[in-house]
């Protein structure tokens, strides 16, 4: 059985990093930029910043107790003539930089790409610096002394094309065997090579029945992962889909290889088994072999109202925020495809949200709906805001409101943030298909 509800409870309550903790990151991330940029030596060529690695693709999940979650950002910088022979010293001078200010000094530790500022007890910052160059981008190989190509930019839209494909599913399957490995400590594997390897297992090939609801997308693209490890016993050249001759086998061993391929095998044979066991109480017992006596049902206390839903452990929910499991049952067969269209305020269409990544200020977003379920159906949608200007003058959101029947939405972007738009398809008074879109809003 799919449990569905107890799905959506594991990765809300257990799995996801909440957003108390993104909030602080990104306060903590503005504050160690504004100190680089106010360095009175290494400031002058700080040039920008964007999220790099799981705090970009948003795969990043709640650490176990007494761990610490990480984040990457790529901190990019005006190249010095003078450092062309030695690398390392953009390293060693943003290192420098942060332990002259008073709030980093005995926080930093370099690493072999970046630079890390620990918050004890709670997560650490890696900074990498980079250099932007006409037609590439490149960081720094400490231990080795040299320059490596790179595409961040490049990685996240092509993580972001590969869950389009799997209608919105291939981060949460991410999350989920993240937190399967830290879980249950029995492979090792990073978390960019865990990620490609599973964005390339995506499939256009009936795409909106095998990725239509999460423990059905983990179980097929766990099928198509453990197929592809069977017929490579030998790690195969792992390359960055984004920036060709980049490889990430440096990162892992042949051993660590072997070990995630069999581990790979257990679990779909045990995902397998929780998927197809037809008595309840017998699969989910199965699903808890796999990921631990946090999946649960939940209570029937959250099924009842949406202020009971709010009390039982949705600490980081807003004021009004309704959630549609609480007003319908789930029964998800499909998807829903959403995009939105960007336009200045004059009119002018600047492109699809999908490709932009990231919009401005001020700009109005017109959402579209495509739902892949045959039948008539009623959408519903749900506008979530997340951010400190948006908290501070109550516009987080999060309410739940029926569609006008146009299959559409308009939105302005007036807060800066991470913010989300949900978007349900409803059926015979069930919930049959889903869909959400990331808006990234930049002052």
Not at 254 to 270: H, I, P
Not at 404 to 421: F, I, K, M, P
Request: hydrophobic share 35%; proline share 4%; with cysteine.
């Amino acid at each position: 059985m799919k449990h569905l509800a107890a799905f959506s409870a594991f990765l809300r309550d257990t799995v996801n990093l909440n957003q108390a903790r993104l909030d602080a990151l990104d306060t903590r991330v503005a504050a160690i930029v504004t100190c680089l940029e106010r360095d009175t030596t290494f400031g002058y060529r700080v040039e920008g910043h964007i999220p790099q690695g799981s705090w970009a693709h948003r795969t990043i999940i709640r650490p176990l107790p007494g761990d610490e979650f990480d984040a990457d950002i790529l901190l990019q910088v005006t190249a010095e003539p003078d450092w062309v022979g030695d690398p390392g010293e953009y390293l060693r001078q943003l290192r420098a930089a942060l332990q002259r200010s008073t709030a980093y000094n005995g926080k930093v530790e370099r690493k072999n790409r970046c630079v890390r500022v620990h918050y004890a007890g709670d997560c650490h910052v890696d900074i990498v610096p980079c250099l932007v160059t006409p037609g590439q981008t490149s960081i720094v190989n400490y231990a080795e002394s040299k320059f490596e190509s790179t595409n961040p930019a490049g990685f996240t839209e092509w993580m972001k094309t590969q869950d389009r494909t799997a209608q919105s599913q291939l981060r949460r399957v991410i999350r989920l065997l993240k937190y399967l490995r830290d879980y249950k400590g029995t492979f090792s594997v990073p978390s960019v090579i865990l990620t490609t390897m599973l964005g390339e297992r995506v499939s256009t090939w009936d795409a909106s029945s095998r990725y239509s609801d999460l423990p059905t997308a983990l179980m097929s693209l766990m099928e198509d992962l453990n197929s592809y490890l069977e017929a490579h016993p030998v790690m195969p050249y792992l390359e960055d889909p984004s920036c060709p001759g980049t490889s990430f086998n440096h990162r892992w061993s042949q051993a660590q290889y072997e070990t995630f391929s069999r581990k790979v095998g257990d679990y779909l044979a045990w995902i397998t088994a929780a998927y197809t066991e037809s008595d309840s109480d017998k699969s989910l017992a199965a699903w808890q072999r796999v990921f631990g006596d946090a999946f649960q049902r939940p209570r029937s206390s959250e099924a009842k109202t949406l202020q009971s839903s709010r009390l039982a452990n949705r600490e980081d929910a807003a004021p009004n925020e309704q959630f549609i499991e609480d007003m319908f049952p789930v029964n998800q067969r499909g998807g829903v495809t959403l995009d939105a269209r960007v336009r200045r305020n004059s009119g002018f269409a600047e492109g699809l949200l999908s490709l932009l990544g990231s919009v401005y200020k001020s700009k109005t977003l017109e959402f579209g709906a495509i739902v892949n379920v045959p039948g008539p159906v009623t959408l519903y949608w749900k506008v979530r805001n997340t951010g400190a200007h948006a908290e501070r003058v109550g516009q987080l959101r999060g309410e739940i409101s029926t569609d006008d029947g146009t299959l559409s939405r308009q939105e302005t972007t007036s807060y800066a943030g991470a913010h989300y738009v949900e978007c349900y398809a409803v059926q015979n008074g069930e919930v049959v298909a889903t869909g959400r879109i990331d808006v990234i809003v930049r002052d």
